[in-house]
């Protein structure tokens, strides 16, 4: 299974933009690239995800590198709850040991 | 559609205890998976199904049994609950590789 890197951490102010990288340079061609975040004291939400163009949501927007080794979370104006831990994972269509890595702490600052 | 429901919510066990954390979905999905998450740390991956009477071991199984006789539950199984089983235990599942669903956790602490 595709592994994937991220920063341990960003800060933001709010109100700007974040963009939250991932690289997954070991990505399969059938392998989708999903987004979570995992607010204080909860349980992981869906964000967003993509195979090869990029996509757009009411939460973010998801960029996509041309090789697919790379991909990038956009949140395009950061409010205090976004403060989570925000988690890249490639997603095989057919039977995946989905493992998630340390992901990205966001700070949101007023 | 209720989603993904875990029972119980909280639990205390007694070292050496056994239970059964239940997790069911009603969503037909066929990809279930166990997450522990310990305080402050990353989700890590204890069994994972691809569909009714398929399961695999993940990162972290020892100490856990699972399975899968029907789509809709996916039971997680502790046997002789040892403190180092404390933890926040999460359900999740999808259809493929379209998004995944997560119950809202059960808390568990063995003393």
């Known amino acids: 299974d595709a592994k994937t890197t991220q920063p341990n951490s960003m800060e933001s102010n709010e109100e700007e933009p974040v963009h939250l990288p991932c690289n997954h340079s070991?990505?399969?061609?059938?392998?989708?690239i999903h987004w979570y975040r995992q607010l204080p004291s909860q349980g992981p939400e869906y964000v967003i995800h993509g195979l090869t163009s990029n996509v757009n949501n009411r939460m973010a927007s998801l960029a996509i590198a041309e090789d697919r080794k790379s991909s990038t979370l956009i949140l395009h104006r950061a409010t205090l709850r976004d403060a989570a831990v925000y988690y890249c994972i490639p997603l095989r269509a057919a039977g995946n040991k989905l493992t998630f890595g340390g992901g990205t702490r966001v700070l949101v600052k007023p | 559609n209720a989603g993904v429901t875990q029972t119980p919510k909280f639990r205390i066990l007694k070292i050496g205890q056994s239970m059964t954390l239940q997790c069911t979905q009603d969503?037909?999905?066929?990809?279930m998976y166990w997450y522990r998450q310990d305080p402050g740390m990353g989700l890590k991956l204890i069994y994972y199904?691809?569909?009714?009477?398929?399961?695999d071991k993940g990162e972290v199984p020892n100490g856990y049994n699972v399975s899968r006789s029907t789509t809709e539950d996916f039971p997680l199984r502790l046997e002789l609950a040892a403190p180092s089983q404390t933890s926040v235990y999460f359900c999740?599942?999808?259809?493929?590789?379209?998004?995944?669903?997560f119950g809202s956790g059960t808390q568990l602490s063995v003393l």
């Open positions: 070991t990505i399969s061609g059938t392998d989708y």
């Open positions: 969503m037909n999905h066929n990809y």
């Open positions: 999740a599942s999808s259809y493929g590789w379209e998004k995944l669903f």
């Open positions: 199904s691809v569909g009714a009477g398929i399961t």
